[in-house]
């Protein structure tokens, strides 16, 4: 239920502010991917909740802190962690679910959204804090509603579209003044 909570306000945070909130954003990715992780590593695996909120505290914190110093490097190891959880979300809807194709297709993936943010730095965050946001978001609201697969993608890429267009004119309203 928790993680449900976290998932809705994260994923509406970055869907909306992701590029603006950078640090935010940043600070969000990594508390998600630090409570996720607790499930994944196996001497981490069955911890309490508060062990798995302290871990993604922890997490978020180290990249928040980065965000605000070292922009460039937090923008790419942001870009890696939303990749490899994109990853892990989507590679077992095309049945790719473990071993070594999982592995390549996860660090391809990361790696290709990491590189998407060193590049276009700005537009790359506004790109996968829309697309990480909306999924986490749906994610999160799967908890309390049954969405079928194919509501879950339209809503998806909905929610994901309206982030780029919101994003996208708070940039170009930035750069006017």
């Not at 939303?82 to 989507?90: D, E, Y």
């Not at 194919?150 to 996208?168: C, D, E, K, N």
Request: proline share 2%; glycine share 12%.
């Amino acid at each position: 239920m928790v993680d449900a909570i976290i998932r809705i306000v994260g994923g509406l945070l970055g869907v909306f502010l992701g590029r603006r909130l950078f640090w935010l954003f940043a600070a969000i990715t990594g508390f998600l991917v630090g409570y996720n992780l607790t499930n994944t590593i196996p001497f981490m695996a069955g911890w309490p909740d508060w062990g798995r909120i302290v871990t993604g505290v922890v997490l978020g914190l180290i990249l928040a802190g980065l965000a605000a110093v070292l922009v460039r490097l937090a923008g790419a190891l942001v870009g890696f962690a939303v990749g490899w959880s994109l990853a892990s979300w989507i590679l077992p809807q095309f049945g790719i679910t473990s071993g070594n194709p999982f592995t390549i297709w996860s660090v391809v993936i990361a790696a290709v959204c990491a590189i998407l943010v060193l590049i276009f730095f700005d537009w790359g965050i506004i790109v996968l804090s829309s697309i990480y946001g909306a999924s986490n978001f749906l994610l999160g609201l799967s908890a309390y509603v049954n969405l079928g697969f194919t509501a879950f993608w339209v809503i998806l890429a909905a929610l994901a579209v309206i982030g780029l267009f919101v994003q996208g004119a708070q940039l170009s309203g930035t750069r006017r003044r």
